[in-house]
């Protein structure tokens, strides 16, 4: 579970960069996008070695979703209905494809 969290927070550093380049150009923000996928990708290297493809990506995906919303409405970002439902969606088909 700690290598699913830790890919996880890779990616979600990874986001915070590019949403952070999106306002704030420069050699900070990539360095966050550069180091967050590093530690993303080592991670899942890691995971791979004793779990199957499969049911890591779906847990590594879940947990992406989860703690990229909570980090979007963290940065104020504005969720509407359309929002709401599209992360149902998209935690529903990952429990559908983890069952």
């Known amino acids: 579970m700690g290598l699913i969290l830790a890919t996880s927070f890779g990616y979600l550093m990874a986001t915070a960069g590019m949403k952070l380049a999106a306002t704030t150009p420069g050699l900070g923000p990539l360095g966050l996008i550069f180091v967050g996928l590093a530690c993303a990708a080592m991670a899942e290297i890691a995971l791979l070695r004793s779990s199957s ?3 890591v990506y779906v847990a590594i995906l879940a947990l992406e979703t989860v703690l990229v919303m909570g980090f979007a409405a ?5 969720f509407g209905m359309r929002h709401a439902v599209g992360a149902a969606l998209v935690l529903a088909g990952i429990a559908l494809v983890a069952a």
């Open 74 to 78: 963290w940065m104020g970002d504005s």
């Open 53 to 55: 493809l499969p049911s």
